[in-house]
Protein backbone atom coordinates (compact mmCIF):
# COMPACT_ATOMS: atom_id res chain seq x y z
CA UNK A 1 0.00 0.00 0.00
CA UNK A 2 1.49 3.28 -1.22
CA UNK A 3 1.69 6.04 1.45
CA UNK A 4 2.53 9.57 1.47
CA UNK A 5 2.86 11.71 4.59
CA UNK A 6 3.47 14.80 4.75
CA UNK A 7 4.75 17.13 7.81
CA UNK A 8 6.45 20.30 8.40
CA UNK A 9 3.40 22.67 7.87
CA UNK A 10 2.57 25.17 10.92
CA UNK A 11 2.18 28.88 11.57
CA UNK A 12 5.05 31.49 10.14
CA UNK A 13 4.88 35.07 10.03
CA UNK A 14 4.91 36.83 6.23
CA UNK A 15 8.92 36.62 5.09
CA UNK A 16 9.27 33.59 7.35
CA UNK A 17 10.10 29.95 6.15
CA UNK A 18 9.15 26.63 6.12
CA UNK A 19 10.55 23.47 5.21
CA UNK A 20 7.60 20.56 4.25
CA UNK A 21 8.91 17.01 4.05
CA UNK A 22 6.95 13.73 2.52
CA UNK A 23 7.78 10.63 3.46
CA UNK A 24 7.28 7.80 0.75
CA UNK A 25 6.65 4.14 1.46
CA UNK A 26 5.00 1.59 -0.84
CA UNK A 27 6.27 2.84 -3.50
CA UNK A 28 9.24 2.60 -6.50
CA UNK A 29 10.18 5.62 -4.71
CA UNK A 30 13.61 5.97 -7.10
CA UNK A 31 10.80 5.00 -10.24
CA UNK A 32 8.55 8.31 -9.43
CA UNK A 33 8.13 11.75 -9.92
CA UNK A 34 7.17 13.81 -7.21
CA UNK A 35 5.39 16.99 -6.96
CA UNK A 36 3.47 19.13 -4.25
CA UNK A 37 0.29 21.46 -4.67
CA UNK A 38 -1.73 23.10 -2.54
CA UNK A 39 -5.42 24.06 -1.56
CA UNK A 40 -6.84 27.23 -0.08
CA UNK A 41 -10.06 27.50 1.41
CA UNK A 42 -12.63 27.96 -1.18
CA UNK A 43 -10.08 27.16 -3.99
CA UNK A 44 -8.85 24.56 -6.33
CA UNK A 45 -6.01 22.46 -5.48
CA UNK A 46 -2.76 23.95 -7.60
CA UNK A 47 -0.01 22.68 -8.62
CA UNK A 48 3.24 24.27 -6.74
CA UNK A 49 6.01 22.08 -7.34
CA UNK A 50 7.58 18.97 -9.45
CA UNK A 51 10.72 16.71 -10.05
CA UNK A 52 11.39 14.36 -12.00
CA UNK A 53 12.71 10.76 -10.47
CA UNK A 54 16.52 11.19 -11.02
CA UNK A 55 16.20 15.60 -9.72
CA UNK A 56 16.81 16.05 -13.07
CA UNK A 57 14.27 18.84 -14.05
CA UNK A 58 12.24 20.91 -11.66
CA UNK A 59 9.15 22.45 -12.43
CA UNK A 60 8.03 25.88 -10.26
CA UNK A 61 4.29 27.45 -10.50
CA UNK A 62 5.00 30.89 -11.60
CA UNK A 63 3.95 32.31 -8.09
CA UNK A 64 5.99 30.88 -6.33
CA UNK A 65 9.75 30.95 -8.47
CA UNK A 66 12.70 32.06 -6.79
CA UNK A 67 10.47 31.91 -3.42
CA UNK A 68 10.48 27.90 -3.14
CA UNK A 69 12.68 25.00 -4.33
CA UNK A 70 11.94 21.02 -4.08
CA UNK A 71 14.18 18.51 -3.49
CA UNK A 72 14.23 14.49 -3.49
CA UNK A 73 16.65 12.24 -1.57
CA UNK A 74 16.16 8.82 -3.20
CA UNK A 75 18.10 7.03 -0.29
CA UNK A 76 15.30 8.14 2.44
CA UNK A 77 12.47 7.97 -0.07
CA UNK A 78 11.40 11.57 0.73
CA UNK A 79 10.90 14.79 -1.19
CA UNK A 80 11.25 18.29 0.63
CA UNK A 81 10.00 21.93 -0.33
CA UNK A 82 11.74 24.61 1.12
CA UNK A 83 9.57 27.52 0.70
CA UNK A 84 11.07 31.09 1.92
CA UNK A 85 9.86 34.76 1.95
CA UNK A 86 6.52 33.35 2.63
CA UNK A 87 2.96 35.26 2.18
CA UNK A 88 -0.60 35.25 3.53
CA UNK A 89 -1.48 34.36 0.16
CA UNK A 90 0.76 31.45 0.51
CA UNK A 91 -1.38 29.53 3.12
CA UNK A 92 -3.53 26.19 1.94
CA UNK A 93 -3.24 23.03 2.83
CA UNK A 94 0.00 21.51 0.95
CA UNK A 95 -0.61 17.38 -0.67
CA UNK A 96 2.50 15.85 -1.64
CA UNK A 97 1.98 14.05 -4.85
CA UNK A 98 3.58 10.79 -6.58
CA UNK A 99 3.50 9.15 -10.15
CA UNK A 100 5.29 6.44 -10.91
CA UNK A 101 6.68 5.13 -14.53
CA UNK A 102 5.46 7.94 -15.90
CA UNK A 103 6.43 8.52 -20.14
CA UNK A 104 8.51 11.08 -21.43
CA UNK A 105 6.45 14.49 -21.85
CA UNK A 106 4.00 14.00 -19.04
CA UNK A 107 2.71 17.35 -17.77
CA UNK A 108 3.42 17.44 -14.02
CA UNK A 109 2.12 20.78 -13.73
CA UNK A 110 -1.88 18.77 -14.07
CA UNK A 111 -3.07 16.85 -11.06
CA UNK A 112 -4.80 14.07 -12.72
CA UNK A 113 -0.83 12.78 -13.47
CA UNK A 114 -0.66 12.08 -10.53
CA UNK A 115 -1.41 8.45 -9.04
CA UNK A 116 -1.08 8.74 -5.43
CA UNK A 117 -1.54 11.78 -2.75
CA UNK A 118 -1.07 12.92 1.10
CA UNK A 119 -3.48 13.81 3.21
CA UNK A 120 -2.06 17.41 3.51
CA UNK A 121 -0.23 19.52 5.98
CA UNK A 122 -1.22 23.05 6.88
CA UNK A 123 0.40 26.39 6.20
CA UNK A 124 -0.40 29.20 7.19
CA UNK A 125 1.58 32.59 7.09
CA UNK A 126 0.20 35.72 9.35
CA UNK A 127 0.79 38.96 7.98
Known amino acids: QVQLVESGGGLVQAGGSLRLSCAAS????????MGWFRQAPGKEREFVAA????????YYADFVKGRVTISRDNAKNTVNLQMNSLKPEDTAVYYC????????????????????WGQGTQVTVSS
Open 26 to 33: GLTFSSSA
Open 97 to 116: AGRRFAPSGTNWYQRANYDY
Open 51 to 58: ITRNAGVT
